[in-house]
């Protein structure tokens, strides 16, 4: 598909995932599917969403070294990563837990 197509049909896609992750259980899985593109390969390979109520994303997090990476990383970045990738507002905190 030439660039010009893609850029073209990005802004239907972007609705359309808006419209599918309004409910939280295909949004998280979204989640768990785009998670490497949204944290980081090195991020995800020691982190996983694991729920998502009421607009917090549960995340857990494999040791306390990648905890408190992910702590540093600060949630606000994420979130709006989340945002433009999935072009919804269905998650609006994060909380990292330890597994």
Do not use: Y
Not at 76 to 89: F, H, K, N, Q, V
């Amino acid at each position: 598909m030439p660039e010009t197509e893609a850029l073209a049909i990005a802004p239907a896609v972007h609705a359309i995932m808006g419209r599918l992750t309004k409910d939280a259980a295909v949004a998280c899985d979204v989640l768990r599917h785009e998670w490497p593109l949204l944290i980081g390969a090195d991020n995800a390979a020691h982190s996983r969403p694991l729920s998502l109520v009421n607009g917090t994303l549960e995340v857990g997090v494999k040791g306390s070294i990648w905890f408190s990476q992910l702590k540093r990383m600060g949630s606000s970045a994420l979130l709006r990563r989340i945002g433009e990738r999935l072009g919804t507002t269905a998650v609006t905190a994060i909380a990292f837990r330890p597994e």
